[in-house]
């Protein structure tokens, strides 16, 4: 074999083939779109109020009485007279951290005729009680401390929320976050049915 001939060899060899070399640069540019995509969903707030079916629509909300974060006993019959929305958490949920000022929202604008009840998901009692302290909420957060509560309602993540309505029947199931303005749509399409 002449010098000439090695030399040929040897470089087809070190040259990778042109497809290996396009298949390369598209399996990057996808990897590249996948991570900023994904960046991009995880840090952004909710974008709404995603209504979400529910064998619970129509009937009696079945909240139980339970034990507030602050110790204090929680009645469901003292949110009847009023729109309630009931919304499940966790202070290690991101989704759940972006709704809360939506939340804070809320219940300032229907102080009068709405009320917000959190209850917390496998959580923390210290962290739910450092996180209202840290980002407001002065609305009962109620513990589910065996989950009773999140399996009575069918909750199959947080966050979520349900819409009950002054007699106490659910009328929405939300999941993935709310928006106050959302929740102002809803309850007046609600009332006028």
């Known amino acids: 074999m002449s010098t000439d001939q090695v030399v040929a060899e040897v470089s ?10 396009t298949v390369l640069w598209a399996a990057v540019a996808v990897g590249a779109i996948v991570t900023v995509a994904a960046i991009a969903i995880g840090t952004r707030p909710p974008a709404g109020t995603t209504l979400s079916p529910s064998p619970l629509i129509g009937r009696p909300a079945p909240l139980a009485a339970g034990e507030t974060m602050s110790g204090a006993p929680f009645q469901p019959d003292s949110l009847h007279g009023k729109w309630a929305l009931v919304n499940f958490f966790a202070t290690w949920c991101v989704p759940c951290r972006g709704e809360h000022p939506q939340l804070v929202a809320f219940s300032q604008r229907h102080a009068s005729d709405a009320e917000v009840v959190s209850i ?19 609305w009962p957060v109620v513990k589910d401390p065996n989950g009773r509560t999140a399996l009575d309602f069918g909750v199959t993540g947080v966050p979520e929320s349900y819409l009950l309505d002054p007699d106490g029947t659910v009328r929405a199931k939300i999941v993935g976050g709310v928006h106050a303005d959302a929740l102002d749509a809803l309850i007046g399409q609600e009332q006028g049915r």
């Open 12 to 21: 087809s060899e070190a040259t990778p083939p042109r497809r290996r070399r």
């Open 120 to 138: 917390a998901f496998q959580d923390d009692p210290g962290h739910v009680k450092s996180f209202f302290a840290q980002r407001g909420g002065d």
